[in-house]
């Protein structure tokens, strides 16, 4: 079984800009979306799909399954997603040894910028790159799924939520 352990960070400041290694651009929706479980589908730079499972709640810590499917079974699944599609750029950045990944939401949640972090274990406290801010690890509000389920009523969302 994998575990996903992460941590997540609202972003100060512009300054992973300059030290970005790579980018991709994702597509992704849920299929199945509960309070301590999820199905998602992700369709990255329109040519490679996975589908994951995760279980447990936000936090830290949980457990992730990932597998390849075809593109085509992927597209499919996307329009049966229920709630919103996600599409973000996600920007990798090296930072104290560690990579982090900076997503830049567009759509319903443009103006949302946000930093995480994977690590090893649970015990490991990387160094905090200057340009990530307040740290929002299990704040379900900044999980992509949470995302996926709620619109803004009217106007676009003010970003961060506080």
């Not at 996903?4 to 609202?10: A, G, H, P, Y």
Request: hydrophobic residues 35%; aromatic residues 10%.
């Amino acid at each position: 079984m994998a575990k996903e352990i992460e941590r997540k960070f609202l972003i100060r400041n512009d300054g992973w800009q300059a030290h970005v290694s790579k980018v991709s651009r994702f597509c992704q929706g849920y299929i199945l979306s509960e309070d301590d479980r999820s199905v998602r589908i992700r369709i990255k730079d329109q040519c490679q799909a996975t589908l994951t499972i995760k279980i447990g709640q936000a936090g830290l810590s949980r457990d992730e399954f990932e597998y390849d499917v075809p593109l085509a079974d992927a597209l499919e699944l996307i329009g049966k997603a229920r709630g919103a599609v996600i599409e973000k750029t996600r920007y990798n950045v090296e930072y104290g040894g560690y990579l982090w990944e900076v997503d830049v939401f567009e759509g319903d949640h443009a103006g949302l910028i946000v930093a995480e972090v994977e690590l090893e274990n649970d015990r490991e406290d990387p160094p905090l790159p200057p340009w990530v801010g307040r740290e929002v690890t299990g704040d379900k509000r900044y999980s992509n799924q949470w995302l996926a389920h709620s619109r803004p009523q009217t106007e676009k969302r003010k970003w961060p939520i506080v």
